[in-house]
């Protein structure tokens, strides 16, 4: 070997050298790997969507020939007959009576899950534990043993085929999941301004709406985030309380409309399906930030 | 702050009291009761002892079926989704380009979750003739009958759910953020390598948010409605008619409040039984730092 006749020095800086070479080589593979994987998993995130979008402007007989998502003789004959619908009403009216569930369902949300947060986060009385601790078992508790008896009450109450059932219970702080949320969130923010205003005589309330809400906004904004997703998506509520086809949000008119139409015009409903998971595409990238520190704020610190 | 009034924190919590009784403990109590009973909406609930319990676990073949079919879901769907979630957050905690598009491409489907629109898509994507299948002929497999093969049919709502990993992903990439970069400095100079750091530091310090998404992805997995009800019906033949199905048929399209509210019950045992255990074995292998118990 020549290595006999070099110096020890100018071996041993060969030796770092190649080893600073393999190194940077296994960087530059591991990279490469690190790239791979993440391109092809978002490839396989996104691609149903694109097909989705593309396959909606297909005409039937081309959804099936291919799978590209680019349609060869684009219509939107899928759009204009999906929107008319099997049923006196259209798509329109359907989107409206989401709006008619959604916005209150979120008002009351962010109302009462603020207040509660507040009581958890801020004051000390008789049976918090115990109370707490039920927050966290709401947390964990399967709807699905309550929702018999649910369905019971709301219909003794005569509330069946209205609206009031899908709300009335996010009023009253039942998405246990928001107050928690809440609850992580204020106990990270000092108390001194709180105490400050207390000092210049504010009541609790005041304190609540002009110091602490404020502070909150940023929380808040993710909590009416994902229960504006959450209540878009929702199938199971409706589906139980809402028999009415006129009183139907989007998501029953989209199950409606597979029912009737399914096995001829698969571009009404693909169509369709593209309207109604718009509203949660188009918010989501607009505010991506605050779902994303919502879900970790949500899980992380608890 | 609490000096003037000792319940004023109750006032706040107001709401939220009244909303655990009426909708949640109120419910809870009924539900159990009810399920000791004959209820068909038409008359008076008819307690009936434990009628339906002995008929679901002696003479309610679908039950069973049901009840495996929930338990092979639940326990294929969870473990596959943390691994999966938990190895793209690793890769994502590198400083990477294009990191924040990586990131929202993943939890974009996580954001459109249950919507019945992801469940009519993905009854597209595996059709006999849908994008799944050309992409298999297209490299050289077989086509899979998705659908009409009752050994494949679950799997395809495990695969939608599996595609929903981004908030587990979320809550695993946060907690990786989180680590101390000294600790890794420091098993580097030890002379640690990736696999052993990754097993004896990153390991131990994230358990907390592993126990975290598998307490949530559990309790959720148990009540998964949506994928099949609207992807396969229940169907072929009941392989994947799970538990939240048939008890909302029994429930709502025959009626039969007691005796759904008893296959209600005996999903919520399970969820609890297991939701038990796991707080029970967290305390030997979830590690929190600044823990002082011992």
Redo the contacts between chains.
């Keep these: 070997m020549a290595d006999h006749v070099l110096s020890p020095n100018l071996a041993a800086d060969q030796e770092a050298d190649r080893i600073l070479k393999a190194q940077r080589r296994r960087h530059t593979v591991s990279?490469i790997l690190?790239?791979g994987?993440?391109t092809l998993?978002?490839l396989?995130?996104?691609y149903?969507?694109i097909?989705?979008i593309g396959?909606s402007f297909k005409p039937n007989s081309e959804?099936?020939a291919?799978?590209g998502f680019i349609p060869q003789e684009p219509t939107t004959s899928g759009y204009v007959n999906g929107w008319k619908t099997s049923t006196p009403y259209t798509f329109g009216h359907f989107f409206w009576n989401t709006f008619l569930i959604v916005v209150p369902k979120i008002i009351g949300t962010a109302i009462?899950c603020t207040?509660?947060a507040?009581?958890?986060a801020?004051?000390?009385?008789?049976?918090?534990k115990i109370?707490f601790a039920?927050?966290i078992a709401?947390l964990?508790?399967?709807?699905?043993?309550?929702?018999?008896?649910?369905?019971?009450?709301f219909r003794d109450l005569g509330w069946l085929d209205t609206f009031l059932p899908l709300w009335v219970?996010s009023?009253?702080?039942?998405d246990a999941f928001f107050?928690f949320m809440l609850v992580q969130f204020l106990r990270a923010i000092p108390?001194d301004m709180?105490?400050a205003a207390?000092v210049d005589g504010a009541n609790?309330w005041q304190?609540?709406i002009f110091i602490v809400v404020p502070l909150l906004i940023p929380a808040l904004i993710s909590v009416c985030l994902f229960q504006f997703?959450?209540t878009?998506?929702?199938?199971?509520g409706p589906?139980?309380y809402i028999s009415s086809v006129d009183k139907f949000p989007v998501?029953l008119a989209?199950?409606l409309s597979?029912d009737t139409t399914e096995a001829f015009e698969?571009n009404r409903?693909?169509a369709?399906?593209?309207l109604?998971?718009m509203p949660?595409?188009i918010v989501?990238?607009v505010a991506?930030k605050y779902?994303?520190e919502g879900?970790?704020a949500g899980?992380?610190k608890? | 702050?609490?000096g003037d009034n000792?319940?004023?924190?109750?006032?706040?919590?107001s709401?939220?009291?009244?909303?655990?009784m009426?909708?949640?403990a109120?419910?809870?109590a009924?539900?159990f009761y009810?399920s000791f009973t004959d209820y068909n909406l038409m008359s008076a609930p008819v307690f009936t002892g434990l009628d339906n319990y002995w008929k679901l676990f002696t003479g309610d073949r679908t039950f069973r079926k049901s009840l495996w079919v929930t338990l092979v879901y639940v326990f294929t769907t969870v473990p596959l989704k943390l691994a999966f979630a938990l190895f793209?957050a690793v890769?994502?905690n590198?400083k990477?380009k294009f990191i924040n598009?990586?990131?929202?491409?993943?939890?974009?489907?996580s954001?459109?979750?249950?919507?019945?629109?992801?469940a009519?898509?993905?009854r597209?994507?595996f059709?006999d003739?849908?994008?799944v299948n050309?992409?298999l002929q297209?490299i050289g497999l077989e086509p899979v009958n998705w659908f009409g093969d009752p050994t494949n049919a679950l799997f395809t709502i495990t695969l939608l759910r599996l595609?929903q990993f981004g908030?587990a992903m979320?809550?695993f990439?946060?907690?990786l953020q989180?680590i101390d970069k000294s600790l890794y400095e420091a098993a580097s100079i030890d002379g640690a390598g990736k696999f052993s750091t990754f097993w004896h530091i990153t390991m131990p310090l994230i358990t907390p948010?592993i126990f975290?998404?598998l307490?949530?992805q559990m309790?959720q997995a148990?009540?998964e409605?949506?994928g099949p009800?609207?992807i396969t019906q229940g169907g072929p033949l009941k392989s994947t008619y799970l538990?939240?199905l048939y008890?909302?048929e029994e429930?709502?399209k025959r009626f039969d409040?007691g005796y759904?509210?008893a296959i209600?019950?005996v999903?919520?045992v399970i969820?609890m039984v297991l939701?038990v255990i796991a707080f029970w074995s967290s305390r030997h292998w979830v590690y929190y730092a600044g823990d002082k118990r011992s």
Aim: glycine share 6%.
């Design positions: 990279m690190r790239y994987v993440l998993v978002g396989l995130m996104l149903p969507l097909w989705l396959a959804i099936f291919g799978a009462s207040a509660v507040y009581g958890f801020r004051f000390e009385f008789p049976g918090k109370l039920s927050l709401t964990l508790l399967p709807n699905v043993v309550t929702r018999i008896p649910q369905y019971l009450l219970p009023a009253l702080a039942g107050v108390r709180e105490e207390r609790t304190v609540l997703m959450w878009m998506n929702d199938f199971l589906l139980i998501s989209l199950k597979i698969w409903i693909l369709m399906s593209v109604t998971i949660a595409l989501f990238f991506q779902f994303i879900i970790s899980g992380v608890g | 702050m609490s000792r319940f004023l924190g109750l006032i706040y919590l709401p939220y009291i009244l909303g655990l009426v909708f949640t109120l419910p809870f009924a539900s009810l793209i890769i994502l590198y990477l598009f990586f990131r929202t491409a993943f939890y974009v489907p954001i459109l979750g249950g919507s019945i629109a992801i009519v898509m993905w597209y994507l059709a003739v849908g994008i050309m992409a297209g595609w908030s979320v809550i990439l946060a907690a989180s948010v975290f998404n307490i949530m309790v148990f009540q409605f949506n009800y609207i538990l939240p008890i909302y429930a709502f409040m759904a509210s209600a019950w999903l919520f969820i939701t």
